[in-house]
């Protein structure tokens, strides 16, 4: 079996699909994308899909190094998010040629579903309690929202308390039985993460995400040692190399790689096996399509550390098309008392409904994430 061919295709609200065909007539998808350079990482595909035309599509730890290691520079959300569309794909094709879901082919599934949670609110957090409560009406047992707006270096207490504010909302709406998890976003620097974790503690939250920027990471050193709150973070971090650091010093408590950015499902099935070394849970990043779900998934049926799931289904980037859009078979995802079954088809699970994407991709997107300002007319953090 060899490559012959491969197609992507821009779609809304701001995803890239993949699509790589082989003379077998077998194909797979992937979700290669960075949110908000889309186009970047689709010329970062088709200059590695270059070497990969003719070749054996089913040597994929091969090939994966290649991409890898061919190249001089390496790293990167472009080039890793790239590597991970094409991984994604070839692992699909992979199990559709043998028949069977991608999990069996990694040693088998150590579990039948995983827990998921919903988001509530958007990029400027308001009415989240009540929106907390329609979700767990829906049977979700977890929710994710964003703690702030844009905060300074050091600002003011108010702004602290208006997040105080909030996640008591949410908290008094939902009960003590759901899981609350607060994303920093990297838009709080390391004063105000110390002072709002200390402050977040009475609320038990489910975990604290991103409490600063990755660049930042020493400073995990200190809020993990002033908060018994889970700190959870990643998803701006691309390889096993970038992990490293912050498994070995005790950084964090929970990673959330994301399978579209970090190298696929071979990269981040290793990141989760090195987690589970240091005793550190694993929640994969995922506010994306339905291939990039799937990915999650595979990856999670068979890390014993891996205990709940992020989806994008009614999440507030999605305007104009949604998680299930782009699926012949919408029942894959059927979410049940907060748990989704992982897919047992061939390869990925899912079959993407290409009509779809072929419609969509005539429309396309430009997505592109807000620039925030403080008040004094410098750049925040979004």
């Known amino acids: ?34 949110e908000g350079r889309a186009r970047t990482v689709k010329a970062a595909v088709d200059e590695l899909m270059g070497y990969l035309l003719g070749k054996d599509p089913l040597k994929i730890e091969d090939h994966w190094n290649v991409m890898y290691r061919g190249g001089f520079y390496r790293g990167g959300p ?74 300074h270096y050091i ?30 976003h990297g838009r709080v620097h390391k004063p105000m993460a110390k002072l709002l974790a200390k402050e977040l503690e009475p609320f038990h939250p489910m975990f604290i995400e991103e409490p600063v920027l990755p660049e930042n990471n020493e400073a995990l050193r200190e809020i993990t040692a002033i908060t018994s709150i889970p700190i959870a973070t990643g998803e701006r971090m691309f ?31 290793k990141i989760a096996a090195m987690a589970e070394a240091y005793d550190v849970a694993l929640a994969p990043h995922c506010p994306l399509g339905p291939i990039a779900l799937s990915a999650c998934l595979q990856v999670d049926a068979t890390s014993h550390n891996a205990f709940i799931q992020e989806q994008s289904l009614g999440i507030h980037y999605n305007q104009g098309s949604d998680l299930l859009d782009y699926l012949v078979d919408q029942s894959v995802f059927d979410y049940k008392n907060g748990y989704v079954k992982i897919p047992t088809g061939a390869g990925l699970g899912i079959e993407i409904n290409e009509e779809q994407v072929r419609k969509m991709a005539e429309t396309g997107h430009d ?16």
């Open 1 to 34: 079996m060899r490559i012959t061919g491969y197609q992507t295709y821009l779609v809304p609200p701001r995803w890239l699909f993949l699509k790589i065909v082989t003379d077998e007539g077998i194909s797979g998808w992937g979700e290669p994308v960075i």
């Open 367 to 382: 997505w592109k994430n807000p620039v925030w300002r403080h008040d004094d007319g410098s750049v925040a953090e979004w």
């Open 78 to 151: 472009i080039l890793m998010s790239a590597i991970a569309g094409i991984d994604q794909a070839l692992w699909d094709i992979k199990g559709k040629f043998y028949n069977a879901p991608i999990h069996e082919l990694m040693g088998g599934a150590c579990r039948e579903s995983i827990r998921v949670y919903s988001w509530i609110g958007g990029d400027r957090p308001a009415d989240v309690a009540r929106a907390a409560k329609k979700v767990v009406e829906r049977g979700f047992t977890a929710v994710k929202m964003n703690a702030t707006e844009e905060l």
């Open 239 to 269: 390889s096993r190399w970038d992990f490293k650091t912050v498994l070995a010093n005790g950084y964090c408590d929970i990673i959330q790689p994301d399978l579209s950015h970090a190298g696929g499902i071979t990269e981040c099935k």
């Open 155 to 184: 600002d003011s207490y108010a702004k602290v308390e208006q997040v105080i504010e909030r996640v008591a909302g949410v908290r008094e709406e939902v009960g003590n039985e759901i899981g609350i998890g607060i994303d920093f």
